[in-house]
């Protein structure tokens, strides 16, 4: 039986987002620490927002070229499990923050033309994640993905309810990777998670 794909919940920043989540159990859900987005939170909100979070669900922080050392501050303070780098960092600073944070790293790649990922075939990141750019909610083109990468990853923008299905089909990632399709006027809605939670379970069964 092919591994059952993962759902990650993206970009929670109130005490009821993590109330969602802990009801429809995703395997992943994210702290975004870039204070240029709508969902930023602080390392104090995500560390009230962690002690509520049902513990089997993993805590992905998200940051946007970071400064190292903040990003190995908040792993060791218990507030996330996984490092998400979705700027433009180097393989160095990939490194660098695996071989000292002791947690997986995923490494976001701006899809264009399909093949980006090669480049990080042999990157350090545990994981990559595929995305049409920066937390656009716009699917790149699926049809240029010729390729699958050969480290288990992500696949993000864009994706919903009604086509999560079809994506599975068609990249079979160790996951998938929502945000604002779970959201109504940018805020996380509870049906909506619950929807993409079930397509995704269903279709693992």
Known sequence: MPEQTKIKICGLYRAVDVNYVNQ???DYIGFIFWPKSHRYVTMDVARTLKDALDSSIKAVGVFVDEDSETIL???KAGIID???LHGSETEETVRYIKD???????KAVKMKNGD????????S????LLDSGMGTGKPFDWSSAKTRPKKPFFLAGGINDTNVQEAIRLFRPYAV??????????KKDPEKIERVVSAVRNYNE
Do not use: C, M, R, Y
Request: charged content about 20%.
């Open 24 to 26: 429809s159990k995703p």
């Open 73 to 75: 501050a908040i792993v």
């Open 82 to 84: 996984i490092v998400q």
């Open 100 to 106: 000292n944070s002791g947690v997986p790293v995923i």
């Open 116 to 123: 980006e990922h090669a480049a990080w075939a042999d990157s």
């Open 125 to 128: 990141a545990d994981f990559l």
């Open 177 to 186: 990777d929502l945000s604002s399709s779970v959201e109504t006027d940018k």
